[in-house]
């Protein structure tokens, strides 16, 4: 019998760690002081908050969360544990080689930093090392990775492992891919699960959390004003850590588009998995410039994520998590060409969540214009698990205004105004989505794109900042 799948607003790794440790905070109820605000109760603002207490245990830190915490892109995502080394040759390119190398190496110290607190406070994440291999589903695509791997290997870093057709049919099951490169240090967790620790080592360091409570409106002066329905914070210092949301902040809002990515979960499907020849495989994902991706979870369910969902208007989030970008039966049909032995498995769980994607698809940290003591720290298109640790500590020397390699880090930049005003951003984004979409499919046809969607392709996030440094 198939389970009806259900589409949701909370994504399904939200919902099962919220079953296991469904403690909320109380909401603000009266005006406050503190030394520092956090706004967002993700990755970010948590991994902040904590990289706070430990550099300077004094300080009074209040963390305020719109909803629960873990209800943004830190619950919703597709939990794959990815080091920043596949983004190598734009971070060289932007920043030089010393520094590229250190995000890199920070990026991967990061898993071992979570591998760590799990142990720390003896919690399940669902940690699985399994590696993950980014491969390529048709001939056109294939050799996405050949520039990072040479870029790579004049460093004498042979971070991955090159993998014909049959290697990845051999390790996984799937008969869609033509070739590809392992990352042996690549990994999945259980999102959800993450927050849930993060959140309770926040608060035994001593950091005040109010969730449910929203950030209405920040007064700019020192000390800031931070409004909320059910009280004023006033602090010294803000950090903003609202990722797809920083569209809503008036300094912030040209620096990233919003698009959504979809994803579902199957109901536990061992046998099928194991038939299928993939158990405790390495994670999979495309080259698409639309991802899709997929892998196994703790508990023997496959998930399967597509990026290129809905776009937010002006930044309307909630508008464009209304209703799926994809339904169930399209990520379905998609699995299955990618995992032909899952076709029939029965879908339990599908969801969308916002993703904010910059023009250099890279992540940027920094204060607000003419508000230095306001802190923002967003845009990591869509691969955050680790990049939100290293970007802690990038917020956490802003903040404490260490004189150190984290705050004179690549990643710290002032905002750009990189996309055009609403409404031409999301018509933009529109015809440059649809570029992207058609190439993705005439690649998989042995076909090429007309001049108009080579153009339109060609004005897609993560090329541009590439072509004006180069030129
Ligand atoms: C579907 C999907 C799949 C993804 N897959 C992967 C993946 O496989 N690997 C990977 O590395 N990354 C992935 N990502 C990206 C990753 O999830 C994010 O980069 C990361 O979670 C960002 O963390 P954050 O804390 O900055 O943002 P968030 O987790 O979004 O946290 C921001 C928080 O701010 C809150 N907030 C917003 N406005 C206000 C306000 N006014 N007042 C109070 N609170 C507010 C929100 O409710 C939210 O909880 C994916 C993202 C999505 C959406």
Known sequence: MTTQPIWSGTSFWQQQALAEDGAVSPSLSEDTRADICIVGGGFTGLWTALRLKEQAPDLDIILIEGKQCGAGGSGANAGYALPLWASFPMLQALYGPDEALRLCRASSAALEEIDALSNQHDADIGLARNGVIWGATCSRQAGHWDETVAALERYQIAHYEPLTGADIQQRTGSPAYVA??????????????????????????????HENTRMVDLDRARPVSIRTPGGVITADRVVLAIYAWSAGVHELSREIAVICSDAMVSVPQSDAIAAQGWQDGPALFDSRTFTEGTRTTPDGRVLFNKAGGRMALGGNINGALARP???????????????????????????SGAVDRTRSGLPMFGRLPGSPHILYGFGYSGRGILTTVVGSRILAALTLETDDAWASSGFVQEPQRAYPPEPLRFVGGWAVRRAIARKDALDHEDRNTGPVTTALYNLKPGRWNRAQKSS
């Open 325 to 351: 970008g994809q339904t169930s039966q399209e990520l379905r049909a998609m699995l299955a060409s990618h995992m032909p032995g899952l076709a029939d498995a029965p879908i339990s769980h599908a969801w």
């Open 180 to 209: 590809g490169v392992l990352e042996a240090s690549g990994a999945t967790l259980h999102p959800g699960r993450l927050v849930r620790l993060l959140r309770r080592a926040v608060l035994a360091a001593g950091v005040r959390i």
